[in-house]
């Protein structure tokens, strides 16, 4: 069964540092999506990407992120300098469509810790 | 504002009782609503959504939900619960596609 892969599973990085986290989702979705989980909180959205471009993004996704497409295959998470409060869980999605009930297939996740 | 609310945090069962997992959304209109389970390292993996009609949904692993518009309510439940179903449940609902995550309840199951 097709599944959405992330990596790494765990990254360290101290703060000020850029990190990027990489996600391949599902081989014929179309719409992509990051959230995130911070440690005892909800899974919270991020951002959802489509046609290469974002097509809904939440308070959270400030100018310190961003998300590329840089290949058929990869879609990636980047967060410029990084702070103590990115410290999280963070998830990759797919979905063929963007219809509101459309399953989004998730990843395992990345754990972010930022010291 | 839109909202998912699960009230127990944690919950206990002996393997082999029933299960039932509270859930409970605010929307202005009645959203698409999911189950989500996810295991120690694993993804979230959808057990179950619903859309319209039956208020009574089938999903995968045995479980099922109800929803109940009068109480904004989508409990997921189980009649049998199995050492294996240990984990945690998320229940979510989307209008628009991003999904809204309530706090997720773990399930730990005793012999």
């Known amino acids: 069964e097709p599944e959405v892969t992330q990596t790494p599973s765990h990254q360290v990085t101290q703060m000020g540092q850029e990190v990027i986290l990489r996600c391949v989702p599902i081989s014929n979705h179309l719409y992509f999506y990051w959230y995130r989980q911070i440690l005892g909180q909800k899974v919270e959205f991020l951002v959802s990407?489509?046609?290469?471009?974002?097509?809904?993004k939440s308070e959270i996704f400030d100018d310190q992120f961003s998300v590329e497409r840089p290949d058929g295959s990869n879609f990636t998470l980047k967060i410029r300098s990084t702070k103590l409060e990115d410290s999280a869980m963070y998830f990759c999605?797919?979905?063929?469509?963007?219809?509101?009930?459309?399953?989004?297939?998730f990843g395992p996740g990345t754990r972010l810790t930022v010291l | 504002a839109q909202s998912v609310t699960q009230p127990d945090i944690h919950i206990t069962v002996s393997e082999g009782a029933s299960l039932e997992l509270r859930c409970n959304y605010s929307?202005?209109?009645?959203?698409?609503l999911f189950w989500y389970v996810q295991s120690p390292g694993q993804g979230l993996q959808l057990l179950l959504k619903?859309?319209?009609?039956?208020?009574l949904v089938q999903g995968i692993k045995g479980f099922e939900a109800e929803f109940k518009r009068s109480q904004s309510s989508f409990n997921l439940r189980k009649p049998s619960v199995h050492w294996s179903d240990a984990a945690e449940y998320f229940c979510a609902a989307s209008n628009t596609g991003k999904l809204i995550f309530g706090q997720g309840t773990t399930l730990q199951v005793k012999p």
């Open positions: 990407f489509y046609n290469n471009e974002i097509s809904e």
């Open positions: 619903y859309f319209s009609g039956d208020t």
């Open positions: 929307y202005g209109a009645t959203p698409y």
């Open positions: 999605a797919s979905s063929y469509d963007r219809a509101a009930g459309d399953t989004q297939y």
